[in-house]
Every structure is written in C-alpha cells, then in structure tokens.
C-alpha cells in the first residue's frame, strides 16, 4: 500500500523483534529466523521484491482455509529488507527493556501515523497465491482502501450483523463468520482471481 503504520502498530513490530519470523508449514506454527525468505510479487502494475513476516495470517487464513502451508509476504524496498536481515543478530539485545522502552520512546517522539488526509487517499493491494499437491496454481489480488480506514469499516460492519443476530455466537475469522466474498461488499474494494497457467 502506500499509506504508514500507526505508533500502535509500530510498537507492536518492536515488541515482534526479538522473536523472528513465523510460518506454517504442516498446519503448524514454525519459528524462522527474520527475513529469512523472499520472493517476487506480482502485483497488478508491477513485480515488487516481498519478504516473509510473522503477520497474523499464518493464524487467521489457516483457521478459515485449512491451508496447512503458509507464508505472508510484505512488499518492502530492497534496503529495507536487507535492515531486517541485519536485525536477525541483533535479536538478544532488541528483547532487552532497555532497549524496547527506547525504541518505543523514539517512536512516541517521532512518529504521528497516518493522518485523515493520507487515510483517504491511501490504499491496499494484496496478493495470494494457493498450489495444490498437483501443482496447480491459483492467484488472486484485492485493492482496498487505506488499511486503517478499511479496519474501521468492517469492524463497524461486523458489530452491526453480530448485533443483528445475523451470525452464531463463537470466536471466528470474518470469512468464516460472513463468507468467503465479505470483502467485497465495500467500498473501492476489487478481488481478481484467477487460474496461473
């Protein structure tokens, strides 16, 4: 995308830092170190260099897929992804409190997160690529609109159904709770999938 993180999200990554990267593979949580894989994304306007990440999803798109394999990728610059390399041996020392309090510190000086004027022109773009045992490949990209302000509609939208009965009670990914196209019912959100040959 093309907006920037909130201080909270920040924080959050700093706090991530010391423990590596995280995937699934055999329907497992599996600890990597930092960085530790990177591959091409094809985007709908270009290929951009992606590296793994310990992002949610290895949790979420398991519990509403069953996909027992799975990798989350970022898109970042080259010299991004090299920093973060960097950092794999700097793990011991960035778990220290000393040093999560000053980062957070330099954090809460420096950073003011997306304003309103970013947020509404800002957007997403995501890609997902599934492969069957066979081979068999199938790609799928969604625009949306700035991550926060998207955040901010569906959870508004997931309330308002939950508080309409519309969904059984219980803990579930909100595919799984409103269906596997819920994303598309908002707003500047546009989900292409399709075959790879």
Same mark, same amino acid.
């Given at each position: ?26 329907? #497992? ?13 094809? /985007?709908?306007?270009?290929? #951009? ?23 989350? /990728?970022?898109?970042?610059?080259? &010299? ?89 009670? &219980? ?6 709770? /409103? ?19």
């Amino acid at each position: 995308g093309d907006g920037s993180s909130s201080r909270g999200t920040t924080k959050t990554m700093i706090e991530a830092l010391p423990h590596g990267g995280k995937v699934r593979r055999d329907g #497992r949580l599996v600890s990597v170190p930092t960085a530790h894989e990177t591959r091409e994304i094809p /985007f709908r306007d270009k290929t #951009r260099l992606g590296v793994a990440i310990p992002w949610g999803d290895v949790s979420t798109a398991y519990q509403s897929t069953g996909i027992p394999n799975i990798t989350v /990728f970022l898109a970042l610059p080259p &010299g991004q992804i090299r920093g973060m390399k960097a950092l794999r041996h700097a793990a011991p020392v960035l778990g220290t409190s000393l040093v999560q309090r000053g980062l957070k510190a330099l954090v809460e000086a420096t950073m003011t997160g997306p304003d309103a004027q970013l947020r509404e022109r800002a957007s997403s773009t995501i890609w997902g690529q599934v492969r069957n045992a066979a081979g068999d490949r199938v790609e799928a990209t969604l625009t949306t609109p700035e991550g926060y302000t998207l955040t901010a509609r569906t959870a508004v939208d997931a309330t308002l159904r939950l508080a309409n009965g519309e969904v059984e009670a &219980g803990a579930k990914t909100p595919s799984l709770a /409103f269906g596997a196209d819920y994303i598309t019912c908002f707003e500047d959100c546009d989900l292409r999938v399709g075959a790879v040959s």
